[in-house]
């Protein structure tokens, strides 16, 4: 669906505002229509672009090992092939582990403030790769980076959430998660132009004593110190590019900032009242269709503090917290998350490792390129599905088309000979492959956070979700140097059982939210009119309150004495109604 159709929806003649008399609501039609298209085009232009490059360079500080691996890295330093395994296995450890910690700090602390000064020291690591000579070193600077780069991803979408309605949300989520894919095809280019510039001077047996080695730069040294020393420099640009909300947008006018604000307030606050629908409507278009018309037009002005949460990228409550590890949903999500994504890291770090046999002369500059067309391939790819996604309103079933993209191409793979001969039909297979690796997480994304009203929650669901990256442990594990003679075919029919498994689960998730939805129905049509207006407004209709595990645990601590503290924190995160997709009244998008 058009930006211009969620416009009228929002201040169409025929569905007035509660701040607006009928008889003005064509002046404000047309004072809407004039800030709509500029005040999207700014952020387009100016805001979701530098998001993007922020993860290009994140993505570029993730996979450049294995660019400089083909251009003979740990032989050079001395150190067995076996150990970039180990170390892209403990990058992955502590960025996994450390996901929704990263998460919370990076709420509580404001984007603004917290990325950027990351991104600062992971600059910094990268660039220190140019001097490693032993094996510590190189573990000790890819746990710094791990350790850095967690929670970016879920505090950037986040941000993200707060400047856009849910359904444009999905392709610019596409736009900022392609630079993954771009990410690799720009590193692939940009490693080619390195190493064609700097040829490469292997040896059989360096060691860092080597006199050759150090008096003159290696192609791979030369890569790490011109990635990490340009991710310094967006770092330091991202502290004064980015604004906590559109409230305080340098590039917005006041009228584009108030109006910027509303549309994304009463697209959230009311997210989900369409669950007293008539029966005989479609699932999808009651779901997102006519939910919206209702959503977009309150009964009542906004309050004011809950309003200012909904747009500001700092803040976090007790409920929002154990809301979020209690929801048995993100666990679900999780393992599908983990499943699906095998390739995406695989491929971020070993693919010209897997596209070097297959060139006649394996030149470090030759295969880096021969990146490039892969991922962009993914990255179109995820565009356009983010695009059909965001127009028809759903969001799981591109998903299930993206997995089965992956499985087509990874049956291609495995099914196709390793030897030289047929290495066009090996590569365009890789190509298929790529094409459907980069769909299932974002979507994913956009769905956690279109079914996410309050932001707190929705920053440590993406978060939890962000343990998804142990995916990255998996395929150092399975991407071991003994498979590379025979083509890695061992470790793509275990990709292969991994992504068929995430279908599975997909498919499962798509139909506990339709049964779920459903039971919804069922509760609200015994509810009379005045118990439907308590839930949607606190969260108070007639069923008992939940978290009766963690009501338990507060009695418990409080008779036993231990850790009083902890009773008040838990007490407090009990406290109140049901919010945002907790209540009866919310639906579920599928």
């Known amino acids: 669906m058009s930006d211009q159709y969620e416009l009228t929806r929002i201040s169409s003649p025929a569905a007035p505002t509660a701040t607006m008399r009928p008889d003005e609501s064509g002046e404000a039609a047309q004072v809407d229509s004039e800030l709509h298209k500029p005040t999207l085009r700014k952020l387009d232009f100016l805001l979701l672009p ?29 150190l067995r092939k076996s150990d970039l395994n180990t170390a ?34 992971w600059g910094i690591s990268t660039a220190l790769h140019t ?31 707060l400047f856009y309605t849910r359904f444009e ?56 110190l011109l990635e990490g020393g340009l991710t ?21 006018t006041p009228a584009q900032r108030e109006y910027a604000s509303t549309r994304v307030i009463q697209d959230r606050m009311a997210h989900g009242e369409s669950a007293t629908l008539p029966p005989g409507e479609m699932e999808e278009e009651r779901d997102y269709d006519e939910e919206s018309r209702g959503l977009l037009n309150p009964s009542q002005p906004a309050n004011t503090k809950s309003a200012k949460a909904i747009t500001d990228d700092r ?13 048995p949903k993100i666990w679900h999500i999780l393992a599908c998350n983990i499943l699906s994504a095998v390739p995406v890291y695989a491929f971020q770090v070993f693919l010209p490792l897997v596209l070097a046999p297959l060139t006649d002369t394996p030149s470090p500059a030759l295969v880096n390129l021969l990146t490039a067309p892969p991922n962009l391939c993914g990255a179109f790819a995820l565009y356009m599905f983010a695009s059909y996604s965001d127009k028809h309103r759903i ?56 079914n996410t009203p309050s932001p707190g929650k929705r920053a440590l669901l993406l978060g939890i979700n962000g343990w998804g990256n142990l995916a990255g442990v998996l395929s150092a594990m399975l991407f071991k140097p003994k498979y590379a003679a025979s083509g890695y075919i061992v470790p793509f029919w275990w990709t292969l059982a991994c992504v068929a498994a995430a279908a599975v689960g997909y498919v499962l998730l798509w139909r506990n939210l339709k049964a779920e939805n459903a039971r919804r129905r069922e509760l609200l049509s015994m509810w009379d009119e005045d118990e439907v207006e308590r839930e949607k407004a606190n969260g108070m209709g007639p069923l008992d309150q939940e978290h009766k595990v963690l009501r338990m645990a507060v009695v418990i601590l409080r008779k036993s004495g231990i850790a009083p503290w902890a009773a008040e924190w838990l007490e407090e995160a009990t406290q109140g109604g049901r919010e945002g997709d907790e209540k009866i009244t919310f639906v579920y998008g599928l």
């Not at 530098?50 to 330093?77: P, Q, R, V």
């Not at 310094?232 to 340098?250: D, K, M, R, S």
């Not at 803040?315 to 209690?326: C, E, N, S, V, Y």
């Open 50 to 78: 530098f998001l993007a490059l922020l993860f290009l360079f994140n993505s570029l500080d993730k996979s450049n090992i294995g660019n400089a691996e083909s251009a003979h890295f740990t032989s050079d330093i001395g």
């Open 88 to 121: 892209v296995a403990l990058f992955f450890a502590f960025f996994v582990a450390l996901q929704p910690i990263g998460a919370a700090l990076g709420r509580r602390y404001g984007m603004v403030l917290w990325v950027p000064s990351c991104m600062l020291l």
């Open 131 to 161: 001097w490693v000579r032993a094996r510590w070193q190189l573990y000790l600077l890819r746990i710094l980076i791990g350790c850095l780069e967690a929670g970016f991803y879920p505090v950037t979408v986040s941000y993200l959430s």
């Open 169 to 224: 949300f999905g392709r610019r989520l596409s736009l900022f998660y392609g630079q993954a894919a771009v990410g690799g095809a720009l590193g692939g280019i940009l490693s080619y132009i390195v190493f064609v510039r700097f040829p490469d001077i292997h040896h059989d047996h360096g060691e860092a004593g080597d006199p050759e080695l150090n008096s003159k730069w290696q192609s791979w040294q030369v890569l790490f």
């Open 232 to 252: 310094v420099v967006i770092a330091l640009v991202g502290y004064f590019w980015l604004p906590h909300n559109v409230e305080t947008a340098w590039f917005l």
């Open 315 to 327: 803040g976090l409550t007790p409920h929002d917290i154990a809301a979020a590890f209690l929801s």
């Open 395 to 450: 969001r799981l079933m591109p998903v299930l088309v993206g997995l089965a993209i992956m499985v087509l191409g990874l049956v291609l793979v495995v099914s196709t000979p390793t030897t030289k001969a047929w290495a066009i039909p090996r590569y365009l297979a890789l190509n298929v492959l790529l094409s459907g690796t980069f769909i299932a997480s974002p979507l994913t994304v956009a769905w956690i956070s279109g």
